[in-house]
């Protein structure tokens, strides 16, 4: 798949980029730096605050687009390198987001991330933006999952634990290189057939 990679915010409530300007604003707030003056002139893109960033162990965010999302990114990333933390938002055809996943700090390998939060999320249609219902999936190290159902519908919310120890090979992954993120973009990461009861 080729992606194109815009170092943007992403408004998702408004399916909307913001702009470099922005977006740079925003990352100054959260790092404490001052690059938007700089943004502004012209002499710096919101890429190149990224890079620097990234190299400096600051937070940025970017989407993720492919020939078959074109109005919309199929993935919006935050990544915080201080304690590394990285947001994946996955979005369908029309915009919603219908998956999230959230690395942390690995506590057994120190040079990798793990996935230890999964939520995902069923639409009525596919054309409303209500949801039927929500899964928010918890992993930890040691193969153990547990996972709550959140049931809009009916207004109920059930928890479920795993029974068996899952494998969790396929949680971990180094944390990326700049501008390489093809790992952190995988979609179909988590086998659920097994997991739900």
């Given at each position: 798949m080729n992606k194109e990679i815009?170092?943007?915010n992403y408004?998702?409530?408004?399916?909307?980029?913001?702009?470099?300007?922005a977006s740079v604003m925003k990352w100054d707030l959260w790092n404490k730096t001052k690059f938007k003056p700089r943004v502004e002139k012209g002499e710096l893109t919101s890429k190149d605050?990224?890079?620097?960033?990234?190299?400096?162990?600051?937070?940025?965010?970017?989407?993720?687009?492919?020939?078959?999302?074109?109005?919309?990114p199929f993935a919006?990333?935050?990544?915080?390198?201080?304690?590394?933390?990285?947001?994946v938002e996955f979005f369908d055809f029309v915009g919603r987001k219908y998956l999230n996943y959230l690395f942390g700090e690995s506590e057994k390998f120190p040079?990798?991330?793990?996935?230890?939060?999964?939520?995902?999320?069923?639409?009525?249609?596919?054309?409303?933006e209500e949801e039927e219902y929500r899964l928010h999936f918890n992993f930890n190290e040691n193969g153990d999952v547990k996972y709550t159902k959140y049931d809009d519908k009916i207004g109920k919310l059930e928890d479920f634990e795993g029974n068996q120890k899952i494998d969790i090979t396929y949680?971990?992954?180094?944390?990326?290189i700049f501008n390489?993120?093809?790992?952190?973009?995988?979609?179909?990461?988590?086998?659920?057939?097994?997991?739900?009861?």
């Open positions: 815009k170092y943007l408004w998702s409530a408004r399916k909307r980029l913001n702009s470099e300007t605050i990224a890079f620097q960033n990234h190299n400096n162990n600051l937070g940025y965010e970017f989407c993720a687009f492919d020939n078959n999302h074109t109005e919309y919006y990333v935050n990544i915080m390198p201080q304690n590394k933390h990285i947001s040079d990798k991330i793990f996935l230890k939060e999964v939520w995902y999320y069923h639409f009525i249609s596919e054309t409303t949680l971990y992954e180094d944390f990326p390489e993120y093809d790992k952190i973009l995988i979609e179909n990461r988590i086998p659920l057939e097994g997991i739900i009861n």
